[in-house]
């Protein structure tokens, strides 16, 4: 963020706070903008059943902030907790045009000279989610915030230094193609999207009583029942779906920029309708951890404790600075379990296409090769029998 666009964005959200606080003591709605406050406590710095509406870029983005509980505790710094100030917030709901967010707890902790007590390796802010859940209406118009983060992970997964894996794998199904189901709704053919396995029953050519194979029988039986009660059929063609999944469990990237993304489980699936233009993504991920590491040489280099106080309060006013270009980078991130669902979620819009494709042109043009090439030699392996 240049220094233009983080100037722009502070003098918006003094705006913003202006307009809440006056619409909150005139109970009048403001420039589009109320809040209204339940019940306030000035003795607990606590306020409940808070409501905050607004407006934004002409009217043509409105959003709803609802919380069922916010407070605030400041605190005296101690060297093993030199924490000032607490924040907390329960039942958190953001509605807007674009997307819904939900989040049962916010707890937020404000370090003083994290670094110089050991505490993290230079953010200031640790910030705990729990049961933070996203619908994104979609994937066209996804949320500033939400792509950024988008791509600094699938950037991270794609260039990043894999730092543990125990368990990954990838899935693709092209269901409904293969797929054989009889008149009830029971599924003659398997699971795989292929239709290639056994009937759930101990064989693919068993038929419904009996287990008799088809085509036995007596012409009597056949000719007093409707032969396609009992002949399987393909789904009809608007069920006709790919579906994209991969899962991975305790996954450790660094992103070479100072940072570790840790997963404890991470579960994704892509469904995208064969006929129709229009899909959907799923994303669940548990114990997720956004954390600040020291550079290598911070890890070498053995300083004095008054030195280390001394460069604390030197760098202070960079580290303000530096926070207000870049907030994200003064904050350590922690969601205990992270749901993230698109509506409508198209493959031209998929951030890990996008970087994918980037980096191939990448370095076709760094090493001179064709990237056509490339992409026919891929196709031709895929395809070659073996």
């Not at 292929?194 to 101990?202: T, V």
Request: net charge negative; proline share 3%; with cysteine.
């Amino acid at each position: 963020m240049s220094w233009s666009d983080s100037l722009r964005f502070a003098l918006h959200f003094l705006q913003v706070v202006y307009f809440a606080i006056t619409s909150y003591f005139l109970d009048h709605q403001i420039a589009g903008h109320r809040l209204t406050i339940g019940h306030l406590s000035i003795t607990t710095l606590s306020a409940h059943d808070v409501r905050y509406v607004g407006m934004l870029y002409d009217k043509t983005y409105t959003y709803d902030f609802k919380a069922s509980t916010v407070s605030i505790r400041l605190h005296l710094p101690t060297s093993t907790l030199p924490r000032w100030l607490t924040f907390a917030a329960i039942d958190l709901l953001y509605n807007s045009s674009t997307t819904d967010i939900s989040v049962a707890r916010l707890d937020v902790t404000f370090w003083i000279f994290p670094v110089l007590f050991r505490i993290t390796a230079g953010p200031w802010l640790n910030v705990v989610l729990d049961d933070f859940r996203i619908r994104i209406f979609k994937s066209k118009a996804t949320p500033f915030y939400i792509q950024r983060l988008r791509q600094n992970l699938v950037g991270a997964i794609l260039t990043g230094e894999y730092l543990r894996v125990d368990d990954a794998w990838t899935n693709a199904q092209f269901s409904g193609l293969t797929e054989l189901v009889s008149v009830n709704g029971d599924t003659h053919a398997s699971g795989n999207g292929f239709g290639l396995g056994k009937h759930a029953n101990g064989g693919a050519h068993e038929a419904a009583d009996g287990g008799a194979l088809h085509g036995s029988g007596s012409h009597d039986d056949c000719a007093d029942s409707d032969p396609t009660e009992k002949a399987p059929k393909l789904l009809p063609r608007d069920r006709e779906e790919i579906r994209v999944s991969a899962y991975a469990r305790q996954l450790h990237i660094n992103n070479t920029e100072g940072r570790i993304y840790t997963f404890q489980r991470l579960d994704a699936q892509l469904r995208r309708d064969w006929d129709a233009d229009a899909g959907t993504f799923v994303l669940v991920a548990e114990e997720s951890r956004w954390v600040r590491v020291h550079w290598p040489y911070q890890r070498t280099m053995v300083l004095s404790w008054w030195i280390q106080l001394a460069s604390a309060i030197l760098t202070f006013p960079y580290d303000v600075f530096h926070t207000f270009q870049h907030p994200m980078g003064s904050v350590n991130l922690y969601v205990l379990r992270a749901d993230v669902t698109f509506d409508e979620y198209r493959i031209r819009d998929a951030e890990l296409v996008i970087q994918s494709i980037s980096l191939i042109r990448e370095k076709a043009y760094m090493y001179n090769i064709d990237a056509s090439e490339i992409l026919f030699d891929t196709l031709a392996k895929l395809i070659a029998p073996r």
